[in-house]
């Protein structure tokens, strides 16, 4: 109350007597937009995360490519929201929700109590039922799993450089990415990149243009998401920079050595030192959490089915959004888990609070769909706005747009760009690090 | 061969059948130079190190409190070296020396035979006995170290947000530096720069202005290698940053919950959570082996003791430059354990090197002592340049001039300079994370 100007009304004194109190479970790009859009509403925001920042996840891949530092990508919450004057931070994670008592319960043992609750904690990899696979093929979600990725493969190349059996050394120069959405394309496209253009010239002993790429994806095309045509440049944009696509093609093992697929009957053994997970995300276990204490229904990802206003059936006070939602229009497919979606629903949640604070009614959440692309490699991407299919350097181009403008809103700074710019466009060779090693946590002894 | 111009010479012919190997174990300061410094001498030079990058310790005091990205820091050897053609980097650990055969090997197996060797493996913390303080105590010595004790500092504020014991809260609040020399000021002085400058805005619950930061010494005056008008400014400096140093103290204990201190007859136990351990080093156990298998001596911290051309008594052929080094002029002091001296050293054995080729008599090595700083915090440091000694914002203006150039040196361009100030004036928010935690390299079942 010391902030408060002398001339409090009648009127405020009223507003903050009944201030709702706004509960967020996730600073990702749902969670975070509802945040930021209700800096103007009369409520109290919390925003609770297990990280102290925000990741810009579309970016992630070139962390794991050694094209970008986490840093660059990375936003602390509480500068984000410092301004917001009635958000509050927490650091922590939710270990239960009593929605009778309207509470959470977070790791520390601390209840924080709800009027309403925004859930927004997201998805992780999906190992479908094969949890051992993570060791050999780690997905890319976090910024530890990006520099996990990075460190494989630029070992990959040192190995490679000093082994001298053939058989190891291909095997050591051989990448295998799973999955052919938009992360495995992106993936293995900079894999193939930095070892044809950017790599050749530090190493002596090896070629690293013979690296090998290997996609593997389960259905008939890449982006399955996009459309055909797009799908078709993906895959010829890819095969110009040298990565093999193996489309139908299941994954039936994967161990330290390699990965073993299966193409209709035919069994066939990669061997790979470095084998990538970007095959399939399922919903966060607090989606499965609320199916257990609010009788939501939750789909086969466990994502939480919601109603058309992103609340729970019989709890209008809990939200589900982003990529923890199922969420369709008049009975449609899901909307799919991008940062789009989770960012209008974000914006929609805040309006939805607002109204309800006004008692005026709200019509059911709507995705505009804005469009989507995903880049391949420097100058090669796609893109798809509505009707139009755009492939090759234009579509890059406007994919470099969008994220620029998009982190830029982050810092508000042009020197950000420029930076960011620049290191993109020289590789920012120093961001090519290998940490990370457990042993280098401890000193030599 | 496939390079060669096709005018090959019979001069130059006869060069490459009698090139020298020279080795280099050991990518920092020393090692790194003295490759550089071997660019246009006739020999084949092969660097091998650990990790895959130099890293420019003297500001990495700054990762750890969030100001810098490792990858600001950190120079990969490959592109260091990428355009010195007589170069070869290899990743690898020494594991065993055999002076008779003149060979290395390293720990994938592979045997490197070398005409001459230069031991440059440097120097990692010493805790005198009690290996077990570093799980509470961590040493900055390695980027690993330094995103550790960023988290741990970042994670203490975090901890203390959402702390309700009023004691407990204060020991998250509290910071322990042991060890009052360049790294121990710096870094307590950026403790307590960050939690009264830029985190009070970031968090509602805590005044992070009230965050004690405890700098303690065993010796009667920080930075005991300097003047002592310049470490009676330093501790000045420091008590303006409200750091309270604690000199002729002990650490006699360290354990999760804090450290127990001994001055004269007076016991005291310190409560802290966050405890950084900055009291003293040794070198790398290389100096040891090499003591076991060539006969060298090596003194108490187990650095080998040198001959005046930095060379091992009885083996001409093998050089020990860098911290891992006992040097001393005439019987006097071991020069200290610097990034100038191992810098001149490693010219010092490029020379050596080039004058034997040509069988001219080398002069030993000399140290140019250009002089010392240490900064305190922003526009606070402390620097002594032969007999000039300076403190407060000149001192800090120098350093930072002296710095950035170095770091300029590396990379060679003008947006890098820019990149950096704009990093360091804005103190480079996104650097300010929380990753590693080991629970986060998997994804959430």
Known sequence: MIDQ??????????KTMTKQRVV???GGFAGLNAAKSLGHVNVEVTLIDRRNFHLFQPLLYQVATGSLSPAQIAFPLRVVLRRQKNATVLLGE?????????????????????????LAAGATDNFFNHPEWVHFAPGLKSVENAT???????LAFETAEREMDEKLRKAWMTFVVIGGGATGVELSGSIAEIARDILHRDFRRIQTKEAEVILVEGGGRLLASYPPDLSESAEQQLKKLGVRTRPLTMVTGIDSEGVDTKRGDTLERIQAKTVIWAAGVKANPLGKLLAARAGAQTDKSGRVVV??????????EILVIGDLANFSHDGGQPLPGVAQVG?????YAAKLIAHRLRNEPSKPFHYWDKGNMATIGRAAAVAQIGKVHVGGFV??????FIHLMYLVGFQNRLVVLLQWCYSYL???RGARLITGEKEQLTPVT
């Not at 960012?343 to 914006?347: E, F, Y």
Request: charged letters at 25%.
């Open 395 to 400: 579509a890059w181009a406007m994919w470099l």
């Open 24 to 26: 967020i479970v996730g």
């Open 307 to 316: 109603e058309p206003d992103c609340t729970v059936k019989g709890h209008p």
């Open 426 to 428: 020289t590789f920012n």
């Open 148 to 154: 996990e990725i990075r460190r494989r493969i630029l």
């Open 94 to 118: 939710v270990v239960d929700i009593d929605p009778s008592a309207r509470t959470l319960k977070i790791d520390n043992g601390e209840i924080v109590p709800y009027d309403t609750l925004i």
């Open 5 to 14: 100007p002398e001339d409090i009304s009648q009127m405020q004194h009223l």
């Open 343 to 347: 960012m209008q629903m974000g914006n």
